[in-house]
C-alpha cells in the first residue's frame, strides 16, 4: 500500500473532461463551495484550508470527486495537497458552463 505522500495523482486529460461527470461533482453544496473558494483565489490551496462543515474524511472524498471530473488540479508539496481549480480546461472544453454555474449558485 503506499503512503498519501507517493501515491500517484491522476487527473483526466482536458479532452477526456466529461460534462456530465463535471456536472455531478458541481451538484453537491460542499463541492461547489470548494470550487467556488478556488476560482475565487485564483491560486493553490491546501485541502485542509477551505471551511466546509464535514469530516477530512468526507473532505478527501470531496476532493477526489473534483479530481476525478477534471474539475481541480491536485499535487502533493511535502504532507501537504495543493488544489488549484483547472478554469482554461473547463473554459476550454464548455466555454461558459464555470461561469453559469457560479452566477445560477449565487442567484440561489
Do not use: Y
Not at 5 to 26: K, S
Not at 39 to 61: I, N
Not at 68 to 91: K, P, S, T
Amino acid at each position: 500500500m503506499t503512503s498519501p505522500a507517493t501515491e500517484e495523482i491522476t487527473h483526466p486529460p482536458r479532452d477526456e473532461i466529461e460534462l456530465g461527470a463535471v456536472l455531478h461533482a458541481l451538484s453537491d453544496p460542499v463541492r461547489l463551495r470548494i470550487v467556488s473558494a478556488l476560482a475565487g483565489t485564483g491560486g493553490e490551496r491546501t485541502c485542509g484550508s477551505f471551511d466546509v462543515p464535514v469530516t477530512k474524511s468526507t473532505c478527501t472524498h470531496h476532493f477526489k470527486v473534483l479530481r476525478e471530473a477534471g474539475v481541480i488540479h491536485q499535487r502533493q508539496e511535502g504532507a501537504a495537497r495543493l488544489n488549484a481549480l483547472r478554469r482554461d480546461d473547463l473554459d476550454a472544453r464548455f466555454p461558459g458552463l464555470l461561469a453559469t454555474i457560479f452566477e445560477a449558485a449565487s442567484a440561489s
